[in-house]
């Protein structure tokens, strides 16, 4: 009885584990000119993932000086059923080595450095549809609305001359959302689903709440294994 409990759990904990998120990253240098990559986002607020929102980004690399990095993007709002409506008002990224200053043009001309976004925390920066604060958070009511795209550049500025740059974490930031209940904003985390220059990988990050149960069911399974390779002791004859 105790050996089905254990293997139970090892199944929920192991079954559990394609739902991890994954925080991807690319490297870009001289040599990927006119290379793209894709990123594909989610959606999801401090309570969970939301059913239907997401967004997609192709970014080019259309230049390179010593310091700076110009890529072109290419936004599509792809948030479907039960989504009824919503608006991607940004999108950003960190960067390394850090950039000193950052402009962009087409759909999203606004620019933000250092700032908080809400569910994912400070970073290096970020382009929006409007407001002229220096916040990530949003602003405005520009950006691309459910089935629509937009499209720009942008110039990432560096106080030294660089050889590659590298960019990581990437988010969008969702406003004016229906069809979701009483959420009406909310932020989408990035995985890169294809590259046709730069290098790129994805490190696996536990979603919360996830840590726990896989190592419980590592654990069970760790368990079961001792006890079924565990050497048998005679009885010392009588």
Excluded: W
């Excluded at 991890?20 to 986002?41: P, Q, R």
């Amino acid at each position: 009885m105790k050996n089905r409990i254990l293997t139970a759990l090892a199944a929920a904990a192991l079954t559990a584990l394609p739902g991890l998120a994954h925080a991807d990253v690319i490297t870009l240098g001289s040599s990927d000119l006119n290379k793209s990559f894709t990123v594909d986002y989610n959606g999801y607020t401090g309570s969970g993932t939301i059913d239907g929102l997401a967004s997609q980004i192709v970014f080019t690399l259309t230049g390179t000086t010593a310091n700076s990095y110009t890529l072109s993007y290419a936004v599509s709002n792809t948030s479907a059923s039960p989504i009824t409506g919503s608006r991607v008002s940004g999108f950003g990224f960190n960067t390394d080595p850090t950039i000193s200053g950052a402009s962009s043009t087409g759909t999203y001309s606004v620019t933000a450095l250092n700032s908080n976004v809400p569910n994912v925390g400070t970073v290096d920066v970020c382009f929006k549809g409007g407001g002229g604060t220096n916040s990530c958070a949003g602003g405005g009511g520009g950006g691309v609305n459910l089935g629509d795209s937009g499209s720009g550049t942008l110039t990432l500025s560096f106080a030294s001359p660089v050889t590659s740059l590298t960019l990581s974490d990437f988010f969008t930031r969702y406003q004016s959302i229906s069809g979701a209940g009483s959420t009406t904003s909310a932020v989408g985390s990035g995985t890169i689903s294809s590259s046709s220059g730069g290098s790129s990988g994805g490190t696996p990050v536990p979603e919360p709440g996830m840590i726990g149960l896989f190592a419980l069911g590592v654990g069970a399974l760790m368990l079961r294994r001792s006890r079924k390779t565990a050497p048998v002791r005679q009885l010392a004859a009588a």
